[in-house]
């Protein structure tokens, strides 16, 4: 039987699926720190499955740096619009035009592998993966461009 405290405190935290984190619970005998490691396992498993699926949906988001001398723009693509209006998506979007502002990656490729500046347990692409398994959606980086006044 799952812990309805837990499973509540586990979606809110995770955004995953209810029935991905009663299935966690499930499967981890209650364990909350077991069944986000579950999630997390089976969320990138998820995010592999569906790199394959059309992005032709998306936004461009911008950032500028409060100094006003750094900006990035950054081409986020989704497979529906609906995901692209979510606020999930919409913050993944704004968080790698952040990054690539910050860090002047030289391509996507480099963006992914680079440590996340918010986090630095984890890379761009774990947290593009992360991002998939909770909108359930393959979802791509298409290009950036990042501007600087010297």
């Not at 995010?47 to 409060?66: C, D, F, N, P, V």
């Not at 750094?70 to 529906?80: D, I, K, Q, W, Y």
């Not at 913050?91 to 630095?120: G, T, W």
Request: hydrophobic content about 35%; aromatic content about 6%.
């Amino acid at each position: 039987m799952v812990d309805i405290i837990l499973l509540k405190k586990l979606r809110q935290e995770t955004q995953v699926s209810l029935a991905d984190c009663r299935k966690a619970l499930e499967e981890m005998g209650n364990n909350y720190e077991k069944a986000k490691e579950w999630l997390g396992k089976h969320g990138i498993e998820k995010a592999e499955k569906k790199s394959e699926r059309e992005t032709s949906q998306g936004l461009i988001e911008s950032y500028i740096h409060q100094s006003g001398k750094v900006g990035a723009m950054a081409e986020v693509l989704c497979e529906t619009d609906f995901v692209a209006k979510t606020d999930e998506f919409k913050h993944f979007a704004h968080e790698v035009a952040m990054q690539i502002a910050a860090m002047n990656p030289k391509d996507v490729q480099s963006l992914l592998k680079q440590e996340y500046i918010r986090d630095s347990s984890k890379t761009i692409e774990n947290l593009l993966k992360e991002t998939i398994a909770k909108l359930g959606e393959n979802i791509v980086v298409k290009k950036f461009q990042r501007f600087e006044i010297e």
